[in-house]
């Protein structure tokens, strides 16, 4: 079935919304349309979280309760999910939640600005872990900023919660959602609204055809980069093809060669999936973003982004990982390495879309990545860096690694593999091999960092990865 | 019966319930009347140019404009600055990139800025000054230079057994509250104004669009009811937002809201200053200074804004908690192309502070001992060193016990050791820890702000009260601390006290929310309100019932007289009835403060604030990155009305403190535009900033010898000093890569790139 309308669960039932403007902001619909004003606009940019709502979509009859950034949603996307606010935790006979209770009780509000997005954050975390250990508490705050409190309390606030009964309304009306939920989510979206369309397909067939009508589209994974167009460049979009909406790209597969990861598939996903394999990877994950940005960010979105300093790229340029393109008629498979030409320029064609990455599964190798960047939490390197190395008798075999934050694009660092390719582990091999980065890349001076700081930490990064391996010891401050 | 008595105990925030339920009204979501329109603001993309022409006919065009406001339709003063002149707002020749040229009302927000930039605007680019050393070599000032004396610091530096010169550089900081700037009005009858607006000082809001509308300020009231944080963003740079709003108001005849972008936000106000400083310092072998000669470089921006009363500050403070017997500062305003800087949280004293704790810092490496003893030796004392330098003598004394209790609690001397042993077997990851101390001058520096009104009502019908103050809420919990005080000072139930937005039709005159006095000052004033509703009350019970002079006690909901008990809703009842007045203003001045600003001298403050702090940090060598792993805090809050509000203060100010000399870093380019105007681009501290262990606790001996309400000592801007061990404990990791020996060169904000930045000129001097 095609529509014009979007259907959305809120508040117990479905509402509608009749063509809606493709670019109309979620945060600005809950705000001026729903008047509901506990979200708060801070920054527009998804990096503040006082907007952050809770999306709730069906995964295997159960009901996934997301933190997202409203701020940098299309309204469109809410199509045949459930919209849940900060007003709507409470009961309907007035009781706080028990999120919100221990945001009282602990004392986690000053101002009080920030504190919807915290609760709403909080509340996704209450509604999917089970035990909140503390990294899980930090993890899933770590796209709210709180200016006031310095966080004790609300870190104090979450604790607290490990002891409380988990049922709360939501579990209660859990059912009666689902069924709902269940009425709405089988559309597809095709909108045209003052000269701008939008399509949120559900088969890769529909979106072919599609994509044949309309070659100029831009592809929306998480949105969230190219919602930006919106909120700070103020243009409009045009013409925009939702590709979460596909299913059947949502998927990790693995055939014991490489792990298969499917355009649509949230980070946040792949995140839980590749840690038994590379651990390394999952840890940059984990700082690839909030939590309501991995929640919807894709690591197609990722690639096709071809941004510099796109966390994903360095780890699957050293792992070797292949982009599969599809167009109408045939698949085509690219080293991601073959893949970036030059600053966010890629070899997608028109008519093209990223149907899934290959990741390569290495046995015998160490995969070692590092990030650096000014703050630990939701920041964008300063420089990241992967080494996927394999260590053979004290001697370097095959040598991989990759730099992001170095140069126009996410890249090898050829000269340096070359040093230490079939050379033996020596600290005089490795001090060549530093010196080697200098031919590699040319970074830039920005407000992240200087040249030479980049070029510094480049060098040093490949230093710790090898004293890790030698020391067989992890080296450095964030565990 | 547990006798209740609302003070001294952790009672959630007024607000606390509205916060988690999304209920509380910040200005922009206040509902608007029907035909409301939005605002946007259009601003130079030059720091210094003349504005040859600004073509707005495509801005006109645009989709959704109602009007366009420009120079022209200003009527009275174009200027928003507070003290002097200097911040028009919208001016003919554009002194800063981001400075406000002209402003626009659409039918909805969006389209609002979308239609700012259809503006065409050619320049005459003239060239930006853009750094302090650049303002001080060019003379470029917004203010003149002053120098203070105590002593002869020459020559006490010239004949002390150890001499030691530096330079030292603080950054800027942007406040980043989480709600930004925004304003909404609406027109009333007879071209009167009701504002709305984001500010610490609604007074001064009143005052300022009067005179740019050439209007009485009895037709401009101006509402706030809560901040969503501000520490200083909003003592002034709210008010151009203000009158913007306001004149697109007058313009349009329409209601307008204005919420400011958080990039315009960002790139068109301005911040904290950044400090440079050059230093000469005489000492003899124990470490005790024995001159001192300074210069103090601040950059102001383009105008004079609070920059005065901000480097007054900072004067005032660079003794910290130490004895300076000579001194002689000189103080640079520097007037650069940049945003006008301003009041941020500390306000020039903890510009200064770090000036003073870097040179004792560089004291203790140049001596290789420990840099907690060199303060101790410094510190103030009780009966002897106790006169400032601006010539006060200091009564109130604790930051002794506030170290010999932190230094214990916090094992400062063991980690001391075990931190040295971990340098010692680790090549690439350092540990450090640092102990430094604050004492913070409490009062405005400006004599007469130093007032505060109130205004109290008790009504009949049910004996709930009714408090209006010149304090505004952001965060700081003024209202819940007042309704506490009102609500012991009258012996009812909390839930019977509502403290509500401030307004000035209803408590004239108000000073700022500022200087960590707003609940000091407009406490003490209820207070006096309150006291004068008892007396109405003693009067008539006095009267009617023959009960000679008493005055009577507030408690559990009763009011005892000398041989006669009332229920307090009884009272207030039957004291209706009989015609009695059941409110009143109330109104307070800060006693025995006195300055002399042209001779530095006097008593600039009524009490000072004492903290401590030790911290531990760990760095990656290889990187610059860095951790917080401890922080331990002994905070002086004297009798502290609300412990769980004042340990908010104190734990968020540290990290707020912990964020400007770490990861926040502001950064222009050559050409005076502002690169860091987003959360992408500027990093206020996140929960992972966090120290892993964060102790923070209140000085349990405290008292504030002065009479203050509840005899308790202000927690507003001084915890944010306690960060500055952070940033020592880093410098402290830095020199064990020299064994100690050498001092390294290390200025603020640490950022990881600073930090393996000085590791590399360190290794180059060993």
New interface residues.
Partial sequence: MTSSNIDFVYQDRIFEIKNPDPNEILLNYIRTKLKKIGSKNGCSEGGCGACTVVLGEIKNNEINYKAINSCITFLPTLQGKQLILVEDLISKNGSLHPVQQAMVNYHGSQCGICTPGFVMSLFSMFKKKSKFKDDEIRDSISGNLCRCTGYQPIIKAAKSLKNKNKIDHFTKNKKNIINLLKKINNKSVVIYNKGKKYFAPQYVHELKKILKKNIDANFLSGGTDLSLTVTKERKDIHSIIYMNSISELNYIKNNNKYIEVGASTPLIELESYIKKYYPDFTKILRRYGSPQIRNVATVAGNIATASPIGDCLPLLLSLNAQVVLQDLKKNRILFLDDFFISYRKTKLKKGQFISSIRIPILKGNILKSYKVSKRFDDDISSVCAAFNLEIVKNKFHSVTIAYGGMAAIPKRAIHCEKILSNSLVTDEIIHKAKKALERDFKPINDMRASGSYRMNIAKNLLEKCCAEIKQKKLIGIYF | MKQETFINE?R??E????????????T??IPEPPGTLYGAIGWSKKAHAIIKKINLDKVFKSEGVVAVVTSDDIPGRNDVGPVYDGDPIFPKKAEYYGQPLFAVAAT?T?LA??AV?AAKISYKTLKPITTIKEALKKKSFVLKERVIKKGEALKAIESSVHRLKGNFTTGSQE??????QSAFVIPQEDNDFKVFSKTQHPSETQQIIAKMLNQKSNSITVETR??????GSTETQSFIFAAICTLLAKKTKRAIKL?V???DDIIITGKRHDFYSEYSVGFDELGVITGLKLKLASRCGISPDLSGAINERALLHVDNAYYLENVLVENYLCKTNTASNTAFRGFGANQAMMVIENIIDHIATTLNKDSAEIRRRNFYQKKKKNITHYNMKIEDNVIQEIYDQLIKSSNYKSRQLSIKKFNSEN???KKGICFTPVKFGISFTTWHLNQAGSLVHIYYNDGSVHVNHGGVE????VHTKIAQLTAHALGINFSKIKVSATTTDKVPNTSASAASSTTDLNGAATLNAISKIKMNLAAYVKRKYKIKNSEGIYENGMVKFKGKTFKFNKLIKEAYLNRVSLSSTGFYTTPKIHFDKKTFKGRPFLYFCYSAAVSEV???T??????ILRADILHDAGRAINP??E???I??????GAGWLG?E?V?WKTNGQI??H????Y????????PEK?N?EIFKKGINIENVINKSKTTGEPPLMNAMSVFFAIKNAIASIGNYTANPKLDAPA???KI??SI?NLKRKI
């Fill in positions: 952790n959630p925030h607000s606390a319930i509205k916060h988690v339920t999304g209920k509380a009204y910040y922009d979501d909805t969006e800025r979308k930039l406040h980043f509250a989480l709600e930004g809560r901040l969503g944080g501000s520490f919420r972008d958080r990039d090549k690439y990851i952001m965060g700081n919990g760990m760095i990656d290889l990187t610059g990155e860095n951790k769980a509000i340990t908010g203060q734990e968020g100010g540290f990290v707020q990861c870093e950064v690169t860091t987003s959360p992408s681009t990093k206020i501290p996140a929960v992972s900033d966090m964060f923070a950022t990881p790139e393996l930045m590399k």
